[in-house]
């Protein structure tokens, strides 16, 4: 029963609740501070739970960072929504630009991309963590895809284009944007990134 | 004198050898494990100096981060060189591209950016660190741009283009590529967002 193993106990509805309120202190914090800069002491406190609870849920910080990446997969995803479950033409392409340069916006650009800056901090000392993400990455990946095999299929895009190529290209500048954003605390990087991705796709209608 | 306040005291050549190989040391081990994963005692024994001599050349964990992020700028931009510094006609985009993945193939993809990662890494926690990457990303952009400009006072790149755009919209490919190279451990990511920043400057070639 590996899915068991990986959520712990089968829990209450306020097992879950508690469970749940740590992991999103632990991602607030994590996005603020990094991983490393973040102790479960000051995960336990922000969530107002005993340690005893925390290492109920969580046996160990890596348990508890593999929560957080779970949760900000879920959170980056539902940040682009309605517009990232329908890219399928140029027009949603752009609403979806819009959304992702108006979240930097709002967020004076700190922090950069949640998945992105876990990643850069993990890749290298948590190979568990490298994989959940690059499962989280890979949902984000083909959520761009769908839309444009939907515009290709429609006869919109050309049947050279490469959706899966297209779609991969479209994440490398929006996570380079995002990251240059973050360091500059400016969304010209992340408005360009998009814009350039969006040129390219262009350059696929017929 | 600022100059002599951020560069410690003036060095004799043997206190230069010595400064430089404590920041190599430092630079080997944060781009391996993070900055937080990087103790100054991991430093000191990396290096084989003792703790005076460390604490002779940096009075502090983040006096030597600077320093690490001096030396990532210039051994990025070397690492790219001759390439980077003619980038004036698209073969040599092409040749810089394949560089770039090169080098990411040598080290299986391993570390992401040294630059970006550092960046990812300290710019919530650390605004002199910030400060300096900026500087640091506008060194490599401004290397881009040029080559561009060069391209278009030749007459080859279209007046509607413009080099410090494209040089933006090309480093947040390369980063972003680097990222998602580093996580999914393929040179795929890399290679395809350089591929697609190369396509949109030929749509301005004339």
Known sequence: MEAVTDEGPRLTRKGRATRQRI?????????????????????????????????HYFASKQHLVRAVIAHQTEAVLAAQEPQLSRLDCMGALEAWRDLVVALQTQRGCEGGCPLGSLAAELSEIDPDARQELVAGFARWEAAIRDGLTA?????????????????LQTLTAVQGGLLLSQVRRDVDPVRAGLDMALSHIRTFLI
Do not use: H, K
């Open 151 to 167: 515009m290709q299929r429609r006869g919109e895009l050309s049947a050279r284009a490469d959706p899966g190529l297209l779609a």
């Open 23 to 55: 992991v999103e202190a632990a991602a607030q914090l994590m996005f603020e501070r990094g991983v490393a800069g973040t102790s479960t002491e000051d995960v336990r406190a922000a969530a107002g739970v005993s340690s005893s609870q925390l290492y």
